[in-house]
C-alpha cells in the first residue's frame, strides 16, 4: 500500500483527498501543529522519518473573505512552504502540487488557455506570481509535478466567497443570488479532482504540469439559472456590473492525453449533491454573512 502525506488537510481540496484515498492508501494528512511547513528542520526531518511514496501538496496561503494576508505573506508562505518540500526530493517517491489558472496572469487570460501559454506573461499578482515560481522550479525537478488548477467546487469549500456554493446556501435562505460581473469559468467538481488524482498517484507522468480542469466554459449566469431550477424556488438573480469580465478557462488537451477519457460530473448532478449536502449541513450557514 502506497504511503501519501497530503498537506492542507485542514483547506477544502485537502479534506476532500484525505475522505477519498484514505480507505485506499496509507493516509499521513498531519495538521499545522503537527508538520509546520514553514520550518526547513521540521520538514526535513518528517519527509527522512516516514519516505514517502507520494507527497500530495494542497497547503495554499491566499487572501479570503475568512483569512486576510497581505501579498507578502501570501509569496512568502506559498513558496516557503514548497521550497521546503522541494529541497529534500530525495526522500519521497514523487511529489504534486496543486498549481493555478493564475499562472498565466491574471492580467491577460484568454479562453482555453493551455500548457504552451506558461511565460507569455508574468503573473502581476502575489498568489499567481507565488505559483509561477513553483512551476518554474517543478520544471527542473525530476520528481515534483504541477497540477494547475482552474475553478474546482464542493463541500468543504468557502461557502462564504466560492460562488456555487454561496448561490446554493443563499437559494436554501431564499435569498436572490448576487454576481458581481458575469464571466465564463471553468469548473471541475471536487469528486472528479479526487478520481483524476488517483490515476497520477498510480502513474509516474510524462509532462511537468497540466491544466487540471474540464475543458469547458460556462457562466455564472447559467449556473445560477441551474441552481435556481435545482431549489425548485422562484428567485432572483442580481448582477451588479454589465458585461463580461475575462473569461478564465483552459485547455485538458494534455490531460486527456495523459489519462484517457475522463468522465467528468454534469454540473447539474454536481449541484444537486452539492444542493443535498448543504441542506444537511443548513445548521453551520450563518444567513447574516450572507446579507452583510
Not at 439559472?225 to 485547455?251: A, C, H, Q
Request: glycine share 4%; hydrophobic share 35%; net charge positive.
Amino acid at each position: 500500500m502506497k504511503k501519501i502525506l497530503i498537506t492542507g488537510s485542514n483547506g477544502f481540496i485537502g479534506k476532500n483527498l484525505v475522505d477519498n484515498l484514505s480507505n485506499l492508501y496509507d493516509v499521513c494528512a498531519p495538521k499545522r501543529e503537527e508538520l509546520d511547513l514553514l520550518n526547513t528542520n521540521i520538514v526535513e526531518k518528517y519527509l527522512k522519518l516516514n519516505k514517502f511514496d507520494v507527497i500530495i501538496h494542497a497547503a495554499n496561503t491566499n487572501s479570503t473573505r475568512n483569512i486576510k494576508t497581505t501579498n507578502y505573506e501570501v509569496l512568502d508562505r506559498n513558496l516557503k512552504m514548497f521550497f521546503n518540500l522541494e529541497r529534500c526530493k530525495e526522500h519521497y517517491g514523487k511529489m504534486y502540487y496543486f498549481g493555478s489558472g493564475a499562472e498565466y496572469d491574471m492580467n491577460n487570460y484568454r479562453p482555453m488557455m493551455n500548457e504552451e501559454y506558461f511565460g507569455e506573461y508574468i503573473p502581476s499578482d502575489a498568489y499567481g506570481f507565488s505559483k509561477y515560481v513553483m512551476s518554474r522550479i517543478s520544471e527542473q525537478d525530476n520528481n515534483i509535478y504541477n497540477l494547475r488548477l482552474f475553478g474546482v467546487f464542493g463541500k468543504y469549500e468557502e461557502w462564504e466567497r466560492r460562488f456555487i456554493s454561496n448561490a446554493i446556501c443563499r437559494c436554501i435562505y431564499d435569498l436572490p443570488i448576487t454576481i458581481r460581473q458575469n464571466v465564463y469559468f471553468d469548473y471541475l467538481y471536487v469528486d472528479d479532482l479526487v478520481q483524476i488524482m488517483k490515476f497520477f498517484i498510480e502513474n509516474t507522468p510524462k509532462r511537468k504540469h497540466y491544466n487540471v480542469c474540464t475543458g469547458k466554459r460556462i457562466d455564472l449566469l447559467n449556473i445560477a439559472k441551474r441552481i435556481i431550477f435545482v431549489s425548485n424556488k422562484n428567485l432572483d438573480i442580481i448582477i451588479k456590473k454589465n458585461g463580461l469580465k475575462p473569461e478564465y478557462t483552459g485547455s485538458n488537451y494534455r490531460l486527456l492525453d495523459e489519462i484517457g477519457e475522463i468522465k467528468f460530473t454534469p454540473l447539474d448532478v454536481a449541484i444537486e449533491r452539492l444542493y443535498e449536502y448543504y441542506l444537511i449541513n443548513k445548521n453551520y450557514i450563518s444567513i447574516k454573512k450572507m446579507i452583510e
